[in-house]
Nanobody
């Protein structure tokens, strides 16, 4: 089992920045090579993919809606993945979830095995 805990959410004005963190614990040894993803869910909407990164950190994927504004990164020594969010817009308001998969980096939420509880990001216009 892998436990994921997100942090760093909050209230920010449009145009501002936030950095989300996701700390992993449990089965986080080198025997479990996992890609990480960030997803988000706005009120009344379905959960959507935002960004993902492979184990080594040299392959990333972004949704078109966040490309050029968000940056995903990871520090395996700290078992932590980050999502740097810049130039935030009101439409970025959502609960942000991190997730882990033992497979390759992917946009597909069904491929992820473990999920955090989420952190709220609210962007005021």
């Amino acid at each position: 089992q892998v436990q994921l805990v997100e942090s760093g959410g909050g209230l920010v004005q449009a145009g501002g920045s936030l950095r989300l963190s996701c700390a992993a614990s449990g089965r986080t040894t080198s025997s479990y090579i996992y890609a990480m993803g960030w997803f988000r869910q706005a009120p009344g909407k379905e959960r959507e993919f935002a960004a993902a990164i492979n184990w080594s950190g040299d392959s990333t994927v972004y949704a078109d809606s966040v490309k050029g504004r968000f940056t995903i990164s990871r520090n395996n020594a700290k078992n932590t993945v980050y999502l740097q969010m810049n130039s935030l817009k009101s439409e970025d308001t959502a609960v942000y979830y991190c997730a882990a998969t033992g497979g390759i980096v992917t946009r597909l939420d069904g491929a992820y095995d473990y999920w955090g509880q989420g952190t709220q990001v609210t962007v005021s216009s």
